[in-house]
């Protein structure tokens, strides 16, 4: 199955930016879709809820205006990322605003319902549901999730245990759909990696933290370029769903990165109400794997352009070898 024209032919690179809790708003989206990328934000950003009437409205306009200007190199599409479930108390009037502006592209995560995928789908939108493993897959697409965003090890925030050959390899055995592959992707050859393991998309995040546009403390940034892998930590404290957060954070934050609490999953918290989640997102920062490939602080047009060139270095030295292994097995055939 193609990719859907909209994630196909308006696209510089592979990629969907990742809606990151409080730092993606109106500057960072316009950027990235401007560079040639997709980009989202979760509509829970925008508070009170009448702010997100006045983004999506926002982003249409420069987005038209932009490509009014520049046909020769249009914009992404954007998306907006809705949270499904029952702590998200503004789920509707969110899926409502998204309906009247047309939104492109909606990423559904925790829950997915056949409903909304059918609003969504009444004006031509796209929705792809995160997941972590194959069964939630399976589930999402049977309640009519046009594509799937694997969420595999090593990915910022909210992110799974399995290895990302392990999870598309499952998924591809019935799925021919749409696949964004999110984990520890943070430079050009990691795109074409998720490419080559059968993803159709790169889905990144953690590095836009560190571009100017992003709305994340400059302490924040600085601890993203100065961090690796080593710096990561998983657990469920901070939202009762397991992800990963910088440990410098929660150093910084008083707590003991090797030996944090268990939180109970059924106090889940994402933002949608009262202060303590928000605060813990602000103050506990959740970042992925990839970052170690993040050396400097750059606007979203610098970084999408280092990696364009990252992306056409990696595909003509994966030609060059395997011209090269071509050639011995021509060799030794002789």
């Known amino acids: 199955m193609a990719l859907p024209s909209i994630l196909r032919d308006r696209l510089r690179l592979p990629v969907i930016a990742s809606p990151l809790f409080i730092i993606s708003t109106p500057d960072l989206v316009i950027a ?3 560079a040639g990328i997709v980009g989202s934000f979760p509509s829970l950003n925008a508070r009170p809820v009448s702010l997100l009437d006045e983004w999506l409205h926002r982003i249409r306009e420069e987005l038209a205006e932009w490509d009014r200007d520049h046909p020769e190199t249009p914009s ?3 998306a907006v990322n809705q949270i499904v479930h029952k702590t ?33 789908h009444s004006y031509g939108g796209v929705v792809l549901h995160d997941i972590i493993t194959d069964r939630f897959a399976r589930k999402a697409v049977e309640k009519g999730a046009d594509g799937l965003i ?4 090593g990915a910022g925030g909210h992110a799974g245990t399995l290895s990302p050959f392990a999870l598309v390899q499952e998924i591809r055995e019935w799925f021919d759909g749409p696949i964004a592959l999110s984990g520890s992707i943070a430079n050009g050859a990691a795109i074409l990696s998720a490419q080559a393991m059968g ?3 790169a889905y990144m995040g953690s590095a836009f933290i560190a571009t100017k546009e992003a709305n994340a403390d400059q302490g924040y940034k600085d601890m993203i370029v100065e961090s690796a892998a080593d710096d990561i930590v998983y657990s469920n404290l901070f939202t009762g769903v397991h992800g990963n957060y910088l440990k410098p954070s929660i150093v910084k934050a008083g707590l003991d990165p090797e030996n944090l609490p268990v ?13 303590q989640s928000a605060k813990a997102w602000r103050d506990i920062w959740g970042c992925g ?5 993040v050396k400097e602080m750059q606007s979203v047009a610098e970084f999408v352009d280092k990696l364009a060139g990252e992306y056409e270095a990696a595909k003509a030295d994966l030609i060059a070898k395997t011209a090269l292994t071509s ?6 055939a002789e």
Do not use: W, Y
């Open 32 to 34: 990235q879709c401007k």
């Open 199 to 201: 993803a159709d998309l």
């Open 150 to 153: 694997a969420v595999a090890a």
């Open 88 to 120: 998200n108390n503004r789920l509707d009037e969110d899926v409502e605003l998204c309906v009247k502006h047309k939104v492109p592209v909606i990423i559904t995560s925790l829950g997915a319902r056949e409903d909304l995928n059918t609003t969504i």
């Open 289 to 293: 794997q990839g970052i170690g490939a």
């Open 327 to 332: 050639g011995a097995h021509l060799v030794a």
């Open 76 to 78: 992404a599409p954007f």
């Open 263 to 275: 939180s109970d999953p059924s106090k889940m918290n994402f933002g949608s109400g009262g202060n």
